[in-house]
């Protein structure tokens, strides 16, 4: 899954909204209303702007905030946009859109966008609301709203689509429920073991991801880069991992951060198990516990036949404590990084269900 972020276009950029509204496949949800906006084709949904409109409209409603909101929806590996999010105050309550193109949907970004507009409307620009109007048709739409938070009301509007009756509802997100739920979020335990709690990554943690990674005695155990890591680039991390199988572990006891597990790669048959934890709590028994712990949950909860993983030769404590764990030696590949004035080989391990 790519990282999704929100980036406030300049004039130069308008070509990409002009072109979205001109598509066809895009735009087809917006087709067959009774909308009374200048260069809207009920037949297909576009809407057909001249670059001057473009302009103008640019001028009353972007960076206008905190009452207006609008932002191109990006993603890591693709140049262009891939569409966009906004909100406006109307009626003392901030309606709010967001259109991503054709070839994009279906894959995630949509639901990843609409996390990044809270943020900005809720924790940047502190309004109290956001609200929105879906088709009930629309189910697909409507899950993406609830499972970024948003719950429906018993507002509902009636439009013609067509000449058939169409019935929208509303569906609202405050302030208030937005920090309930990212509260709960945040601390939500996934799973346990004896002596640890395991919770997805979170931006709470970023100071304790920083300082474990840039340990260099973690670094060398890792790669043999000697990148030092930024808040950006745990932040980013942070954002990239939301949906995958990557988890903090918490101290029971001392509520104390413990390192990061995770299960990367996962097929229907197996995954690549990854695992770092800090200095503090390194050699006391919690690196056996949690890999047992991520193993079990790969073989019952999501159903794995294998777990794999790569460890550096040089690391012979990690070695011992995944061989006594059950991992068996699948392959070497000699001599791929050079550590401490030594080649270092890459040992390929495998646990069976």
Not at 112 to 127: D, R, S
Not at 172 to 177: F, G, R
Not at 319 to 327: M, N
């Given at each position: 899954?790519?990282?999704?972020?929100l980036?406030?276009?300049?004039?130069?950029?308008?070509?990409?909204?002009i072109?979205?509204?001109?598509?066809?496949?895009?735009?087809?949800?917006?087709?067959?209303?009774?909308?009374?906006v200048?260069?809207?084709?009920?037949?297909?949904?576009?809407?057909?702007?001249?670059e001057?409109?473009?302009?103008?409209?640019?001028?009353?409603?972007?960076?206008?905030?905190?009452?207006?909101?609008?932002?191109?929806?990006?993603?890591?590996?693709?140049?262009?946009?891939?569409?966009?999010?906004?909100?406006?105050?109307?009626?003392?309550?901030?309606?709010?859109?967001?259109?991503?193109?054709?070839?994009?949907?279906?894959?995630?970004?949509?639901?990843?966008?609409?996390?990044?507009?809270?943020?900005?409307?809720?924790?940047?620009?502190?309004?109290?609301?956001?609200?929105?109007?879906?088709?009930?048709?629309?189910?697909?739409?409507?899950?993406i709203?609830?499972?970024?938070?948003?719950?429906?009301?018993?507002?509902?509007?009636?439009?013609?689509?067509?000449?058939?009756?169409?019935?929208?509802?509303?569906?609202?997100?405050?302030?208030e429920?937005?920090?309930?739920?990212?509260?709960?979020?945040?601390?939500?335990?996934?799973?346990?073991?004896?002596?640890?709690?395991?919770?997805?990554?979170?931006?709470?943690?970023?100071?304790?991801?920083?300082?474990?990674?840039?340990?260099?005695?973690?670094?060398?155990?890792?790669?043999?880069?000697?990148?030092?890591?930024?808040?950006?680039?745990?932040?980013?991390?942070?954002?990239?991992?939301?949906?995958k199988?990557?988890?903090?572990?918490?101290?029971?006891?001392?509520?104390?951060?413990?390192?990061?597990?995770g299960?990367?790669?996962?097929?229907?048959?197996?995954?690549?198990?990854?695992?770092?934890?800090?200095?503090?709590?390194?050699?006391?028994?919690?690196?056996?516990?949690?890999?047992?712990?991520?193993?079990?949950?790969?073989?019952?909860?999501?159903?794995?036949?294998?777990?794999?993983?790569?460890?550096?030769?040089?690391n012979?404590?990690?070695i011992?404590?995944?061989?006594?764990?059950?991992?068996?030696?699948?392959?070497?590949?000699?001599?791929?990084?050079?550590?401490?004035?030594?080649?270092?080989?890459?040992?390929?391990?495998?646990?069976?269900?």
């Amino acid at each position: 899954m790519s990282y999704v972020y929100l980036k406030v276009p300049d004039k130069k950029d308008l070509h990409y909204r002009i072109k979205w509204m001109q598509d066809n496949k895009t735009m087809s949800y917006n087709a067959g209303y009774e909308i009374n906006v200048k260069g809207y084709n009920k037949k297909t949904g576009t809407i057909t702007k001249t670059e001057e409109e473009m302009i103008a409209w640019y001028d009353n409603f972007v960076l206008q905030e905190p009452d207006k909101y609008y932002a191109y929806v990006y993603i890591d590996n693709v140049l262009e946009p891939i569409g966009e999010v906004y909100y406006y105050l109307e009626h003392d309550i901030h309606n709010m859109g967001i259109l991503i193109q054709d070839q994009y949907r279906g894959k995630g970004y949509g639901y990843f966008a609409l996390l990044e507009l809270e943020k900005i409307a809720f924790q940047k620009n502190g309004i109290h609301e956001l609200s929105d109007f879906i088709p009930m048709e629309r189910i697909g739409a409507i899950n993406i709203f609830k499972k970024a938070g948003f719950v429906p009301t018993n507002v509902k509007q009636k439009e013609l689509k067509f000449g058939k009756e169409c019935i929208s509802e509303q569906l609202l997100l405050t302030k208030e429920m937005y920090d309930r739920r990212k509260v709960k979020k945040m601390d939500e335990i996934v799973f346990q073991s004896e002596h640890i709690n395991y919770i997805k990554v979170s931006d709470k943690y970023i100071k304790d991801y920083l300082k474990m990674m840039n340990n260099p005695k973690i670094r060398k155990l890792l790669s043999a880069n000697d990148k030092v890591f930024t808040y950006e680039d745990e932040l980013n991390w942070v954002k990239s991992s939301r949906e995958k199988i990557q988890f903090s572990m918490i101290d029971k006891e001392s509520k104390k951060f413990i390192g990061n597990i995770g299960l990367m790669d996962v097929t229907d048959k197996g995954a690549e198990m990854g695992i770092t934890i800090t200095e503090e709590f390194q050699n006391k028994h919690y690196g056996s516990e949690a890999i047992e712990a991520i193993v079990q949950y790969g073989f019952e909860t999501l159903g794995l036949e294998e777990i794999n993983l790569i460890v550096f030769s040089h690391n012979e404590r990690a070695i011992h404590c995944y061989q006594k764990l059950g991992f068996v030696v699948e392959k070497v590949e000699k001599n791929v990084a050079r550590i401490d004035n030594r080649d270092v080989d890459d040992i390929y391990m495998k646990r069976s269900k």
